[in-house]
């Protein structure tokens, strides 16, 4: 009976930990930290866009890295002014510990002068890349 008991408490703890990572990942949020740091073409080693900037770090064998490109480069079509930079998190590691960026695929929101505006740590929904891009516009 006492096995019974913990395999179903461990199996409740399992499946709340589950649902709130699954609430968490992909959101676009604002960290202080990232308030006051501004990226231009030399780090990220392409031109900012004229309004906004997506800028995806990835790594070779992340399954939702490819979804995420597809997001944001459907995004950057759909708004004028708005460019999708992918960069790689390995070829990339002073910029990813720089930033702080702990997981693929990272998602910055720049603004036209390159200040980061949003993050997303996992893959973010389209409709909240677009509201994102309402705030750095």
């Known amino acids: 009976m006492t096995g019974l008991v913990v395999c179903a408490a461990v199996l409740a703890v ?3 930990f589950g649902l709130l990572r699954r609430r968490v990942d992909g959101r676009l949020k604002m960290r202080v930290k990232d308030g006051e740091k501004r990226l231009g073409a030399a780090e990220l080693g392409a031109e900012l866009g ?3 900037t997506l800028v995806q770090f990835s790594s070779a064998f992340c399954q939702p890295c490819r979804a995420t490109r597809r997001t944001l480069s459907e995004v950057a079509g759909m708004v ?3 460019s999708h930079v ?3 998190a390995e070829e990339r590691l002073e ?3 720089e930033l702080g960026i702990l997981k693929t695929p990272t998602v910055l929101v720049l603004d036209a002068a390159g200040r980061i505006v ?6 973010p929904r389209k409709v909240d890349v677009i509201a994102a891009l309402g705030e750095a516009v």
């Open 14 to 16: 399992a499946s709340a």
């Open 50 to 52: 004229e309004r906004a």
């Open 80 to 82: 004028d002014g708005v």
């Open 86 to 88: 992918e960069l790689d």
């Open 95 to 97: 910029l990813v510990r």
């Open 118 to 123: 949003k993050r997303a740590a996992g893959q």
